[in-house]
């Protein structure tokens, strides 16, 4: 049996039957009156998890912030729908110990019923409970579920109208979809050097001594000057050096953009249905799906 710290590690978490396999999600926790230990669960069943199933804690365990319990996953979904409204009345509850082969005690089930009946139903963990208000609140719907229990037909459970025909019903897929995140893309850019090598023609001066003999021609310059001096003579070389300039320039223009790409996937969920076994038709076979 589950512990009051125990309640609390699995709240919200998901519910396991008893192959390992995955049920649905931890809904609410329902306490014995008597003892007020943890005594049911309900679990949010089906595609959307509408629907909310009872199960008992007995046999049950926690595995991490998962519930694992004692019984299969067709067991669960397919247990007496009951009002998740905080509190199991006599009725609902054997109707529950009926559907999953228990006694309620420990007993058989004329006295699982009756211990019942004496001991009181669970009540939902969460909410505290004004004694008086709960006490009218039960007795009137006691009092109502007599009545109600009068008109209902006790093979088929549905109301007896005066009707003599029989509705058959069958559940229905109705698959939609839902937008999620599955990733994301950046564009980043970032900067990177490179050694560009580029060749340029250089010209610098160099210096030659050129001599001339005296000829007629030059003999006058030859003589212009004085007869013995010292003098200098300075000539100035030049050089060209290589120049380096950069300018940034555009080259493209890059973005993101999203396309929309449509596949086909494939959705498997158990449906059931209502099917016909007539007798004592003399002949007239009414069986199967309509």
């Known amino acids: 049996m589950l512990t009051q710290d125990q309640i609390q590690t699995i709240s ?23 003892t007020g230990e943890p005594d049911w669960v309900t679990v949010h069943t089906g595609l959307f998890g509408t629907s909310e199933s009872f199960v008992p804690l007995q046999g049950a ?27 199991l009345s006599p009725d609902e ?35 505290g409970r004004d004694t008086e208000r709960d006490t009218a609140r039960d007795t009137e719907r006691d ?29 229905r897929l109705h698959v939609g979809t839902e937008r999620r995140e599955a990733g994301r893309a950046r564009l980043r850019k970032y900067v990177v050097t ?3 090598t ?7 001066e160099e210096v030659r001594l ?7 021609a030059n003999r006058g310059d030859a003589l212009s000057g004085p007869e013995l001096t010292e003098s200098e003579h300075e000539v100035v070389l030049t050089e060209e050096r290589p120049v380096v300039e950069k300018e940034t320039v555009p080259v493209e223009r890059v973005r993101l953009e999203k396309d929309a790409v449509t596949e086909e996937t494939q959705v498997t969920e158990a449906v059931r249905h209502e099917e016909l076994d007539a007798e004592g038709t003399h002949g007239t076979e009414a069986t199967g799906r309509p």
């Open 12 to 34: 919200g978490g998901t519910v396991t039957d008893s192959h390992g396999d995955k049920i649905g999600k931890v809904g609410q926790v329902y306490l014995d009156d008597q």
């Open 61 to 87: 365990t926690v595995e991490g912030d998962a519930l694992r319990v004692a019984y299969t996953k067709a067991q669960v979904k397919d247990a007496p729908r009951v009002d998740v409204d905080g509190h």
């Open 93 to 127: 509850e054997q109707a529950l110990y009926r559907h999953y082969g228990m006694a309620s005690g420990g007993g058989t089930d004329d006295d699982a019923s009756r211990q019942t009946r004496d001991a009181g139903t669970g009540t939902y963990a969460g909410v």
């Open 143 to 171: 009092t109502a579920g007599d009545t109600t229990r009068d008109d209902m037909t006790a093979a088929s459970g549905t109301r007896d109208t005066g009707d003599d025909a029989m509705t058959v019903s069958e559940e």
């Open 194 to 196: 490179d050694q560009e």
């Open 198 to 204: 580029v060749t340029v023609p250089v010209t610098r």
């Open 210 to 216: 050129e001599r001339e003999p005296i000829t007629d």
